[in-house]
C-alpha cells in the first residue's frame, strides 16, 4: 500500500513510550508520532527496532492484513517470538504457544475450540452475575471511607468475573492479582526474572487445574476446552495450558484498567459525568465505548513481521522486520474522529479499534463491555459523588503499551451530588 507522499525513515525515531507525560495525556503524544508519518520507526526495550503504524487507516489496514504481517517468526525467515530473548526460560516461552501468536490455519483451529467454549458460558447473559459480583465488593465499602479503586474494585471484579467463566476457585483470585502485578513489572532484567519466578507458580496451578477439570468435570470454560473437539481436533497439552492462561490473564487485565481508566475520565470531565448519571441506562452502553475509545488502555498491538519484502503507506520494509499497530494512534486520529482529544459520551458512531480488528480481534470484547458497563453503573449508583482523592498525584504505570495506574485512591462521598447537565 502507498502513501500520496512517499518519504523515507530508517533511523529509529526518538520517542518515550513510558513517560508519566504520555499516559497522563497521551493525545499530544500520540499527534507527534502521526506527525512524523503514517509508519515509523521505533526503539523499544527488549524488542529492539520496531516499525508502528499511527494512524486509523494504516492500523486498520495492518491489523487486518493477516497474510502481508504474520504472528510467527517461522512465517517470514525468523525465528523466536518478537519480544522474547533467546535465553528465556522455556516456561515462559510455554505461555505464547496461545492464538494470539498464532497464524493461519492455526489460529483458526484455536479460535473454534475456544469460541466453542464461550459460546456455551453465554458470555452476553453474565450481566446478571457480573452485576451481583459488583454489589458484593461494594457491600464490602464504608461510606465515609477513602479506598483504592484498583485493588478493591477494578481488578477484584474482572478477577472474579474470569474465575466464574472459566470454572477457577474464587478465593483464588487474590492470588491471581499478585501474579498480575508481577507481570506488570517485566520492564528490566530483574523484572524478568521475578516473573520467570512467579509464572512457575502459574503454570503449576494450570496445570493441576486442568487434571482436576479432566478428573471431575465441573461448569466453566476449563472443563469445556478439555472436552471440546471440533472436527476432530483438540488442543494439546500445551496449547491448553497457554490457552488458560490466556484467558485468565489477557481476560482481566484489559478491563481492570479500562474501569480505573473510565473513572478517572469522568472525574477529570464533569460535565459529562452528569450527562452519563442523568440517564444511565439509556446512556451507559454507548458511553463506554466512547470511555474505551478517549482511555485505550491497551495502546498497541503484539509484534507482527512483515512476511516479504514491501512498501506499506510509504515506508519500505523488509522480510521479519517487526511492525506494531499503535491502538492509540488509531483511536485519537482526527481524520476519523472529531475532536479526538474531547470526551464526548453521546458520541456516534465510534469506528475504534479498543479491541483490535481482523481474525485477532479481541475474543473477550463482549465480557469486557458487560463488566465495564456494569461496573461503573454500580458503582455510581451507590456513590455518584465519588470523587479522585488525589487528582494531582495520579500513579500511572509506566510500561509500553498500556495506560492504566498502579492505584487510584477516590474518596467514595466526597460532597454533593452535581445536576445533570
Known amino acids: 500500500m502507498n502513501c500520496e507522499h512517499p518519504y523515507r525513515l530508517s533511523a529509529p525515531l526518538r520517542f518515550d513510550f513510558d513517560s508519566t507525560a504520555s499516559k497522563a495525556d497521551p493525545f499530544p503524544f500520540f499527534a507527534s508520532l502521526r506527525e512524523a508519518g503514517p509508519v515509523i520507526p ?17 492500523t486498520s489496514a495492518m491489523v487486518k492484513d493477516n497474510a502481508l504481517f504474520v504472528q510467527e517468526a517461522r512465517h517470514a525467515g525468523k525465528s523466536g517470538v518478537a519480544g522474547m530473548a533467546w ?19 492455526d489460529h483458526r483451529r484455536l479460535r473454534k ?78 523484572g524478568i526474572f521475578r516473573a520467570f519466578l512467579s509464572m512457575r507458580g502459574v503454570i503449576d496451578y494450570v496445570r493441576g487445574q486442568i487434571e482436576e477439570c479432566r478428573l471431575h468435570p465441573r461448569e466453566g470454560v476449563i472443563s469445556e476446552l478439555v472436552r471440546a473437539e471440533e472436527d476432530g481436533d483438540k488442543l494439546s497439552e500445551d496449547e491448553l495450558i497457554s490457552m488458560v492462561f490466556l484467558l485468565l490473564f489477557a481476560g482481566f487485565e484489559t478491563t481492570t484498567h479500562l474501569i480505573s481508566d473510565s473513572v478517572i475520565a469522568l472525574e477529570q470531565n464533569p460535565a459529562q459525568k452528569a450527562y452519563l448519571l442523568a440517564d444511565p441506562a439509556g446512556r451507559m452502553e454507548r458511553a ?68 483490535s480488528s481482523g481474525i485477532h480481534f479481541c475474543l473477550g470484547m463482549q465480557l469486557a463491555r458487560v463488566e465495564v458497563q456494569s461496573a461503573l453503573a454500580r458503582l455510581y449508583a451507590r456513590y455518584p459523588d465519588l470523587a479522585l482523592a488525589s487528582p494531582d498525584d495520579i500513579q500511572w504505570i509506566r510500561r509500553f503499551g498500556l495506560r492504566g495506574v498502579t492505584e487510584l485512591p477516590v474518596r467514595l462521598n466526597a460532597g454533593r451530588v452535581r445536576k445533570a447537565a
Open 113 to 190: 475450540l475456544v469460541d466453542q467454549a464461550f459460546q456455551r458460558r453465554r458470555v452476553r447473559d453474565m450481566r446478571g452475575e457480573v452485576e451481583q459480583i459488583a454489589d458484593r465488593l461494594l457491600d464490602g465499602f464504608e461510606a465515609g471511607e477513602d479506598i483504592d479503586l484498583v485493588n478493591a474494585f477494578s481488578r477484584r471484579l474482572p478477577l472474579e468475573v474470569i474465575c466464574v467463566l472459566l470454572g477457577l476457585p474464587r478465593q483464588n483470585s487474590d492470588v491471581f492479582s499478585v501474579w498480575a502485578k508481577t507481570a506488570t513489572s517485566m520492564r528490566s532484567s530483574f
Open 288 to 355: 463506554v465505548e466512547e470511555l474505551a475509545r478517549y482511555t485505550t488502555p491497551v495502546q498497541s498491538t503484539k509484534p507482527r513481521y512483515a512476511s516479504r519484502d514491501c512498501e506499506f503507506f510509504g515506508q519500505p520494509l523488509k522480510r521479519g522486520d517487526i511492525i506494531m499497530g499503535l491502538l492509540a494512534g488509531a483511536n485519537y486520529d482526527p481524520a476519523v474522529f472529531d475532536e479526538p482529544d474531547r470526551l464526548k459520551l453521546d458520541r456516534f458512531p465510534y469506528p475504534h479499534l479498543v479491541f
Open 42 to 58: 521505533v526503539k523499544l526495550p527488549f524488542v529492539g527496532k520496531v516499525w508502528v503504524t499511527t494512524t486509523h487507516e494504516a
Open 87 to 105: 535465553w528465556m526460560p522455556a516456561s515462559l516461552k510455554l505461555l505464547t504457544n496461545n492464538m494470539l501468536l498464532k497464524d493461519e490455519p
